[in-house]
Structures are given as structure tokens and as C-alpha cells.
């Protein structure tokens, strides 16, 4: 089992930048294949960005594609996402998530998931 915990998040202006933090605790944190989802009110949570647990392949969603990048470092056993660019609609509630499973852009094949950061983007 691993914990998740994220920061980072805050409001910024459109345009700006925010970097999310993921630390996991527990078991091996190489063993796993991460992600980053996002949820804003009244909508589904959706995929953002995925990083395999070598760190060498990373997935993101179209929204987020050029402005977003995700990376971990193994030996600090964290996960981080950069944000740049926002926009208003980048404004939800962000969880990272873990799983055992190969990468995949599916919420429901993450086994793991933190508690969620909000980041608000204003216009």
C-alpha cells in the first residue's frame, strides 16, 4: 500500500504558473505507474498526465498538452506536475494517483489516491 499526499496548489492569474507536489510514503515508489487527475465542479474526473515508474514515458491529455509536465524523482519518492500557461479552465481540485498496473488514462485502474489540492485560476 502507498500514501499519497499532495501541494501545491493556490491561485494564480491566467497565464501564470503552479508546480504540484506529489509525496508518497509506504511501499516501494518505483513499483508504480503515476498519474495526475483533475476534477472541477458538477464534472467527471479526467485524466492530465501520466509518467511510467522509470520516469522515461509520459502521457498527457490534449488539454494540457505543451503546457503541462509531469515528472517524478524516484529517490525522493515524489511526483510533480508543472503547470504553465494556465487557463480558467484549468481550475479544479488535482489528485495524483497510483497504480500497479501498466500506464493508463482510466481513474478507475489507479489503486491509490491522495487527497486532493485545489488550484484556481483566475481570468
Known amino acids: 500500500q502507498v500514501q499519497l499526499v499532495e501541494s501545491g496548489g493556490g491561485l494564480v492569474q491566467a497565464g501564470g504558473s503552479l508546480r504540484l507536489s506529489c509525496a508518497a510514503s509506504g511501499q516501494t515508489f518505483i513499483s508504480y505507474v503515476m498519474g495526475w487527475f483533475r476534477q472541477a465542479p458538477g464534472k467527471v474526473r479526467e485524466f492530465v498526465a501520466a509518467?511510467?515508474?522509470?520516469?522515461?514515458?509520459?502521457y498527457y491529455a490534449d488539454s494540457v498538452k505543451g503546457r503541462f509536465t509531469i515528472s517524478r524523482d524516484n529517490a525522493k519518492n515524489t511526483m510533480y506536475l508543472r503547470m504553465n500557461s494556465l487557463k480558467p479552465e484549468d481550475t479544479a481540485v488535482y489528485y495524483c494517483?497510483?497504480?500497479?498496473?501498466?500506464?493508463?488514462?482510466?481513474?478507475?485502474?489507479?489503486?491509490?489516491w491522495g487527497q486532493g489540492t485545489q488550484v484556481t485560476v483566475s481570468s
Open positions: 494517483a497510483a497504480t500497479m498496473e501498466i500506464v493508463t488514462v482510466t481513474p478507475d485502474e489507479y489503486h491509490y
Open positions: 509518467i511510467s515508474w522509470t520516469g522515461r514515458s509520459t
